[in-house]
C-alpha cells in the first residue's frame, strides 16, 4: 500500500467525525443519549457486517491471537465508553464545544504513544501537540 494511503483514510475519519457530531446532536433531540449511542452502535454492526461479509473478509474471532483478541476487546470497550461519554455531552452541552474538547484526545494518544508504544514524537511535533491542546482549551474550555 502507498505510505500516504493513510492520509486520505485519516481525513476521511476527519470529515466522518466532525458529521458524526452535527448529526448525533440533531438525532439527540428527545432522546436518551444512552439508547442513542445503542442505535448508532447497532447501525455500525449491521452495516460493517455487510461489509466484511461482501468483501469476504469475514474469520472467526476466536481465531485470532489471544494477545490480539484482548487487546481488540479492549479497544471495543474503550470505543464504547468513549461514545456514551460523547453522546452525553452532546446531549448536554453544545456540539462546537464538545468536539474540540474530545479531540484532547490527540494529545493523550501522542503521551500514550510515548508511555505505551515507546514512539518518541518530534519536538516539532510536541509543538504541534501543545497547539492542538491549546486550541482545546481556547474552543472548549471558553465561557
Do not use: H, Q
Request: glycine share 10%; net charge positive.
Amino acid at each position: 500500500m502507498d505510505s500516504s494511503g493513510w492520509l486520505v483514510w485519516a481525513l476521511g475519519s476527519a470529515v466522518f467525525a466532525a458529521l458524526t457530531a452535527i448529526f448525533a446532536k440533531i438525532g439527540l433531540e428527545g432522546v436518551d443519549s444512552d439508547f442513542a449511542t445503542l442505535v448508532r452502535t447497532g447501525v455500525i454492526v449491521v452495516v460493517l457486517t455487510l461489509i466484511v461479509l461482501a468483501l469476504g473478509k469475514w474469520r472467526n474471532p476466536f481465531s485470532l491471537a489471544p494477545r490480539t483478541l484482548l487487546f481488540l476487546v479492549l479497544s471495543g470497550l474503550a470505543t464504547g465508553a468513549s461514545w456514551l461519554c460523547y453522546f452525553r455531552a452532546l446531549k448536554l452541552g453544545e456540539a462546537s464545544r464538545v468536539a474540540p474538547i474530545d479531540k484532547l484526545s490527540l494529545v493523550l494518544v501522542a503521551v500514550f504513544a510515548v508511555i505505551f508504544l515507546g514512539e518518541r514524537p518530534s519536538a516539532w511535533s510536541w509543538f504541534g501537540i501543545l497547539l492542538v491542546g491549546a486550541g482545546v482549551f481556547v474552543l472548549g474550555l471558553r465561557r
